[in-house]
């Protein structure tokens, strides 16, 4: 995995919120690799940084971790990485430790773990202009000395300030090796650290280093016994025993590794930071009005109300833009091939209807995920975190299952994957369950296409929003008694306690946040060209044959004084019904009756049940073909307005009215349609069984709950 | 057989058999590396070569 072009590797350690990628952004510009650890789904980050001398050094960017005690994969990874126990992976040359300068005690402990593996450290004072602006002054000098001589440098990587010296300081970190001073351990417990070290030598046959000594004796976690291969027969005994001698000397062995750093942090730091008069607590002063019990939560509203509404405003003229260039296309190739009709078909309303009907949608992605950057990087979104663990700890959800929820906004695959950091295997589960019920992304050109055909031009622009929001509501109300229901009486899950850090408030930085928006439009413009573009061939096929001509001859002869153009259409609807799409679709289409959708959006809804957005080239392709190529300026949300029942009770009233508008939003609000994230939640619970439960759960709550909708609204208005 | 149709058919199936191989790759990856990458989720977790 190591470039072997790059020479030198050296890893970058420190705690969360420290502004480490930042660093690494800034160290290496965009010449960066990304990869995963071998067996595990931990990103390994690594990029070129240039020393300044004309060397060049691999950096790789660790994950974010308070401590090497080893309680979740990614801290695994890290002592795993800095070991050099990681297959096809060296052991760094260097480490640089990133600290925040405003709490340097704390994040010092990390530092002083670090020391144990015996490696040239260098150590960046990230953050220094926050530091300084509330009137802290650090004597680097001095630090540098009390540390043992390694370097100490300040810097800003988000103001790009004090980068040339991080580069000079690993150039002189690896040539001088500077190490740490190791913190000095009381006689028993430096003893006991022996004994241990010894005994798993000698069972293990393997050398063992003073920093695994350290996780053997200290931890409970036996991930480093389970590495070095020492059993649980072997090691009971003198583990037992070596924390006796731990707490004969006055210490709780389980708490003796931090009170012996501390101690010794404490000294070092004696003198190292001036405190002068500054601006101390303006974060604080914000969080007072942001976090408020009662306004936070109206606050956080407004926002998101902003936020949606922003989306709709600033997307509406570039969507259009990108309508009449798909359109444009349209009326370009399908004439030049007039003398191939199904070869016309397939291009102009398969091809170009369905993955335009998608793309459509790129300029919404594009400022959806700027917010989401903006929000991130100011330090917003930690706060709507807290904010909503209240209402996740009321259903007893564990205080570690709130990270992977709120990234469920996004995606449930890797939520569902950052439920590994949960230790205890029964909110594990609770909390995986619940996470598909997390409004992702690829609910939202869904929610979309619906608010921008029916919400909007009806009830006006403030309501797109509102609906919107409550769209994103619908997946937490159900989410929430789910999760008392599985952890209260199911699973009994016992509550934890839970630490959440709020980062300071910062400025974004424009280039970090464009950088993230742009690799989500390039993910959304691949997914357009290749699998959309894929299935709406397969669904443009079974929308369009088996196409029995007697069908046109047929319409023809019993509509001898209809117009041409009246005749084609009718001809058209006639193909897409009696086609393998609508024969299926209308055999089905009784089922999603009491929900209101007709016999397309019934084929739309089944399409995506491998991947939700589908339903957008779906109704996109089936709208195309049923109107036939020459209706090209019949674009998808025109057509879906236009659309009304043939037959039965409600023929001839509106297909998408407002109650089967609603009815289909919290129908994909709620519906289990997403093919990977079904495999992966079998996956990660272990075998079918939940994953199966999960499908079946939220697909009949998602019937139920749009029947209701359906009901309730088509009778009210 | 009409060219049209030929051409046509062709297209299908050239898109049928790349959706089933790409299904199938993702499964294996995601038994073998955690995550298929797969989900265009744009996040980090790519799965490796």
């Known amino acids: 995995m190591s470039s072997p072009e790059a020479g030198l590797l050296v890893a970058l350690v420190g705690n969360p919120n420290t502004g480490k990628s930042t660093l690494f952004n800034a160290l290496t510009g965009l010449r960066q690799r990304v990869g995963n650890y071998p067996g595990v789904t931990v990103a390994r980050k690594s990029g070129t940084c240039d020393l300044g001398d004309g060397q060049k050094v691999e950096l790789v960017d660790l994950p974010g971790l308070y401590s090497l005690a080893a309680a979740s994969p990614d801290e695994q990874v890290v002592i795993d990485a800095l070991s050099g126990n990681i297959a096809g992976d060296r052991r760094p040359d260097a480490v640089v430790l990133v600290v925040d300068s405003t709490n340097l005690l704390r994040n010092l402990f990390l530092a002083s773990q670090v020391a144990e593996l015996g490696r040239p450290v260098v150590i960046v004072l990230n953050q220094a202009d926050v530091a300084k602006e509330q009137g802290l002054r650090i004597d680097t000098e001095l630090l540098s000395r009390r540390l043992g001589g390694v370097p100490v440098v300040l810097s800003s990587a988000w103001k790009g300030e004090g980068i040339l010296d991080v580069r000079r300081a690993i150039a002189s970190a690896v040539a001088k ?51 070095l291969g020492w059993t649980v027969a072997q090691r009971e005994k003198i583990l037992r025993s070596a924390r006796d001698r731990v707490r004969n000397s006055g210490y709780n062995p389980m708490a003796a590794e931090p009170l012996v750093h501390y101690a010794h942090l404490r000294a070092v730091l004696e003198g190292v930071v001036v405190e002068g008069a500054g601006k101390a607590g303006r974060s604080a002063a914000v969080d007072r009005l942001l976090l408020h019990r009662f306004l936070g939560p109206v606050l956080f509203l407004g926002i998101m109300l902003g936020f949606f509404g922003s989306v709709f405003w600033l997307a509406k003229f570039p969507m259009e833009w990108i309508q009449a260039g798909v359109d444009w296309t349209k009326t370009v190739v399908a004439p030049t091939l007039d003398a191939y009709p199904m070869l016309q078909s397939l291009l102009a309303d398969g091809i170009i209807g369905g993955v335009g009907a998608f793309l459509v949608f790129l300029p919404q992605i594009l400022i959806l995920f700027l917010f989401i950057g903006i929000l991130e990087d100011s330090g917003y979104m930690a706060r709507a975190a807290f904010i909503m663990d209240r209402l996740f700890s009321w259903c007893g959800l564990n205080g570690k299952s709130f990270v992977p929820l709120l990234s469920g906004f996004a995606c449930a695959i890797p939520s569902l994957l950052s439920t590994r950091t949960i230790e205890d295997p029964k909110a594990r589960l609770a909390t995986a369950f619940v996470v598909p019920f997390m409004s992702c992304s690829a609910r939202f050109p869904v929610y979309a296409l619906m608010c921008a055909a029916f919400i909007g031009p009806i009830y006006g622009p403030g309501w797109q929003s509102v609906v919107m929001i409550g769209m994103h509501c619908v997946g937490l109300l159900f989410a929430v008694p789910t999760a008392f229901v599985l952890t209260r009486l199911l699973l009994k899950v016992k509550p934890q306690p839970f630490v959440l850090e709020l980062p300071r408030y910062q400025m974004p930085k424009p280039r970090d946040v464009i950088w993230r928006m742009w690799q989500n439009a390039a993910e959304f413009v691949s997914k357009a060209g290749t699998v959309i573009f894929a299935i709406t061939i397969i669904v443009w096929a079974l929308s369009y044959f088996p196409r029995d001509v007697s069908v046109a001859e047929r319409i023809k002869a019993s509509n001898p004084v209809a117009s041409e153009e009246v005749v084609n259409a009718k001809v058209q609807a006639a193909y897409v019904e009696q086609s393998y799409m609508g024969r299926f679709g209308k055999a089905v289409q009784p089922i999603f009756d009491p929900l209101g959708f007709d016999w397309k959006i019934t084929v739309g809804v089944l399409a995506s049940f491998p991947a939700r957005e589908v339903i957008v080239s779906t109704l996109g392709v089936t709208y195309s073909v049923g109107e036939g190529a020459e209706a090209d300026s019949q674009h998808l949300r025109k057509a879906m307005q236009d659309a009304k029942w043939s037959e039965g009770p409600r023929a001839g009233t509106p297909i998408f009215s407002l109650a089967a508008v609603l009815a289909l939003m919290v129908f994909f609000a709620l519906c289990s349609q997403c093919g990977p994230t079904i495999a992966t939640l079998a996956q990660e619970t272990g075998g079918w069984k939940w994953a199966a439960g999960s499908f079946v759960y939220m697909t009949a709550l998602a019937w139920l709950a749009g029947t209701a909708v359906y009901q309730v609204v088509i009778r009210l208005s | 057989m009409k060219l049209e149709a030929v051409i046509v058919g062709a297209i299908i199936g050239v898109a049928a058999g790349w959706l089933i191989r790409r299904w199938l790759a993702a499964a294996r990856r995601r038994k073998e590396d955690g995550c298929a990458g797969d989900c265009g989720c744009a996040t980090k977790l790519k799965p490796k070569k």
């Open chain 1, 177 to 227: 090796q500077t190490v740490v001073k190791r913190v000095v351990w009381p006689t028993n417990i430096a003893a006991a650290l022996a004994d241990v070290a010894t005994a798993a030598a000698a069972d293990t046959g393997k050398p063992i280093s003073a920093a695994d000594a350290q996780r053997l004796l200290f931890d409970t976690n036996p991930s480093t016994a389970d590495r």
